[in-house]
């Protein structure tokens, strides 16, 4: 059974006050286990959300975390990052990565990114086009993906359509589909389904936070029978 020690050391509220879904930290604090960070590392912290995952970073591996968002401010995110005591080695960016990303070709020792990756990289494009140059060879890469159990090819669960747009649940895939997506990019490859998913799901549907209030009403209609939160590991080939 996975342990989160790191996790444990955060304040809960301070952690619920800012989760934009599942429970990033935990989620983070599994999939880290599974890499190799060193401190004075430069590592992507793609689709940061509140800074959460770039806080753990910081605090946990002493690595300088350049944290890209497009929905939250670089000056909200460096709010919190000076809050933490986090600021010297944690870069606030605003930026889309289904765009442009800012950065120079192989400038990144690590790439992480949690709970964001399946809006923008949910085609067999973006890796190679716009991810690929900018980390080194060999570097590890570490994503989480919310996902679905089986491939659902776009198509709703009766149970679930209440709470759910076509849109957002298109970018929703199995584990297969996901490794024909990343798969040939990494070496070392290795997906599965997160051992702490249960847990990350209960640290977010506690919260007071409108958009938690709804999800507690999905999962109620089955969405654990439907819904997963996938670990993908590998080195940048």
């Not at 909200?76 to 289904?98: C, E, T």
């Not at 709703?156 to 709470?163: G, R, S």
């Not at 389904?193 to 209030?213: F, S, V």
Request: glycine share 6%; with cysteine; hydrophobic share 40%.
């Amino acid at each position: 059974m996975t342990n989160y020690p790191r996790t444990e050391k955060y304040d809960k509220h301070f952690l619920s006050q800012n989760f934009m879904g599942p429970n990033a930290v935990l989620m983070l604090d599994e999939i880290t286990q599974s890499i190799e960070l060193k401190k004075g590392m430069r590592v992507l912290d793609l689709g940061c959300g509140m800074g959460l995952t770039s806080v753990f970073l910081a605090k946990e591996y002493g690595v300088q975390t350049f944290a890209v968002d497009l929905w939250i401010s670089a000056s909200d995110n460096y709010k919190r990052f000076l809050q933490m005591g986090v600021q010297d080695l944690v870069i606030p960016i605003h930026a889309d990565a289904s765009v442009e990303l800012p950065f120079a070709d192989e400038y990144f020792d690590a790439l992480i990114s949690v709970d964001s990756y399946h809006y923008y990289g949910n085609n067999d494009d973006f890796f190679e086009k716009r991810l690929k140059s900018l980390i080194k060879k060999g570097s590890p890469v570490a994503i989480v993906i919310p996902g679905t159990k089986e491939e659902m090819n776009g198509v709703i669960p009766e149970a679930l359509k209440p709470f759910l747009d076509d849109e957002g649940f298109a970018t929703l895939h199995c584990m297969t589909w996901w490794t024909h997506i990343l798969e040939k990019h990494l070496d070392d490859f290795v997906i599965r389904e997160m051992d702490c998913t249960d847990a990350a799901w209960r640290d977010w549907l506690a919260t007071d936070n409108p958009y938690a209030k709804q999800d507690v009403e999905m999962m109620k209609a089955g969405g654990g029978r439907y819904l997963n939160m996938i670990s993908i590991t590998g080195r940048r080939k």
